[in-house]
């Protein structure tokens, strides 16, 4: 017997028809004597309803009441689902985040799991019953419900299986695995058995939505064994595994891409020390994470200009951050532009290779695309471009680094 947590994503349950699909699906596992803990998302579209909803009567996105609302939709595909489950003959009960309780604190919108008590879901698993745990929401020491950022039922289903020392995670979604890149824009994507903790971490850093990044961190921390497979086809999925588990290493495994990027030019600020300071310590005050930076080296030893990127939906807060400084930046102007995107390739190939990041170059080069800014980590390699390359510039690295399915 084994005990497996089931995760399905919002395509997965997208309408009663689907749901009763996904019922099938954990009953099959029942079936052959396992015991499975069920996570559904939202229906698909229906968190950013709820999310419109909130924002356009003034909620703002980090407050108890967005919370409330944007949570809602997994409370209606679990109890549908546990439904679904009792007209097949399977022992089923929701059992909403409070009930659990899956502790998180306090951060509303993106809050951070803290505690998971496992006793609620021992009990019905042992009494035979499938629980179902919405995926997304949790439970503050304010006793209030806090949602775990967007695409957080990964890191709900993920949390479980560590809380309840499960054999396995399967994350059920609309692609039969992970791809060398999104199969929605590389026609050529060729889907891996295998992928690192360590690559599938920074592939969903970088922007690779298949999992969410506190996902993959919290199951390389907790040694979950963690499968993306599709819902729909009964086909082999990717297993996601330590890197001693691999044994043919690629130089690179993984390219993805984030059109949720702003860049920022503050031009000719002062050329002395504490002046990055002085820009990135008010920005992170205000909560506004950045991400790649340059900085010229000055011509005359008195001006440079500075150039930075942050998330799109950031953009705004850290203009404002950086005009209420300007007396003290001193900068002569400053340039914003959402019209990137950063494109990266990730593999743990890099770490024994040179010339990883050149060829990168030369293929964006070959196809007349220009590099904006460059950030690259031990097994990454990140560039910003104009966002309308970037369809091209994807296809173009996947051939590039021999990645295209035959
Ligand atoms: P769910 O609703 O099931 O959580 P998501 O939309 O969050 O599904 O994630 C699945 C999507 O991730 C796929 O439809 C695909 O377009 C996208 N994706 C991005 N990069 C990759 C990749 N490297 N491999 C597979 N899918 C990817
Ligand atoms: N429903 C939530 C979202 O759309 C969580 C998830 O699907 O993972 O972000
Ligand atoms: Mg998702």
Not at 34 to 51: E, R, Y
Not at 122 to 147: D, H
Not at 239 to 248: C, G, S, Y
């Amino acid at each position: 017997m084994a005990r497996i947590v089931q995760k399905f994503g919002g395509t997965s349950v997208a309408d009663v028809d689907h749901i009763k699909a996904v019922a099938h699906r954990v009953k099959r596992e029942v079936d052959a004597g396992n015991q499975v803990v069920a996570v559904p998302s939202a229906m698909a579209g229906v968190t950013n309803k709820l999310v419109d909803y909130t924002l356009s009567i003034g909620g703002a996105d980090d407050t108890g009441e967005y919370d409330v609302v944007v949570s809602t939709g997994e409370q209606v595909t679990s109890g549908l689902l546990a439904i679904a489950l009792q007209k097949l003959g399977v022992g089923a009960r929701s059992m909403l985040a409070w009930q659990v309780p899956i502790h998180t604190d306090s951060r509303h919108g993106r809050a951070r799991i803290m505690d998971i008590d496992r006793d609620q879901m021992e009990k019905a698993l042992a009494q035979g019953q499938v629980p179902v745990v919405p995926g997304f929401q949790g439970l503050c020491p304010e006793n209030r419900i806090t949602t775990l950022g967007r695409g957080g039922s990964d890191t709900s289903a993920v949390a479980l299986a560590a809380a309840l020392d499960a054999d396995r995670c399967d994350i059920y979604t609309d692609v039969d695995g992970i791809y060398t890149s999104d199969p929605r824009i590389v026609a050529k994507a060729r889907k891996l058995d295998k992928i690192t903790y360590e690559e599938m971490l920074e592939m969903a850093s970088v922007g690779a939505r298949v999992l969410q990044t506190r996902a993959v961190e919290m199951a390389m921390k907790h040694g979950v064994r963690l499968q993306v497979l599709s819902t729909f086809a009964d086909v082999a999925g990717t297993l996601v595994v330590d890197e001693d588990e691999i044994v043919e290493k690629e130089l690179v495994s993984g390219i993805a891409y984030s059109r949720d990027e702003a860049k920022i030019t503050l031009v000719a600020v002062a050329d002395k020390p504490g002046v990055a300071a002085a820009i990135f310590g008010p920005l992170a005050d205000a909560g506004v994470n950045v991400d790649m930076i340059v900085q010229n080296v000055s011509a005359d030893g008195k001006a440079t200009d500075l150039t930075f990127t942050v998330i799109e939906g950031y953009l705004d807060k850290a203009i404002r951050v950086i005009e209420e400084k300007r007396q003290d930046l001193g900068y002569s102007e400053f340039i914003s532009d959402s019209n990137v995107v950063k494109v990266s390739v990730i593999g743990v190939g890099m770490r024994s290779h040179a010339g990883v990041a050149q060829r990168m170059f030369q293929a964006l080069a070959d196809k007349g695309i220009n590099i904006q800014v460059i950030s690259t980590s031990e097994i990454k390699v990140s560039v910003l471009i104009a966002e309308e390359y970037t369809e091209l510039a994807i296809r173009s690295l996947h051939t590039a680094y021999g990645l295209d399915a035959d």
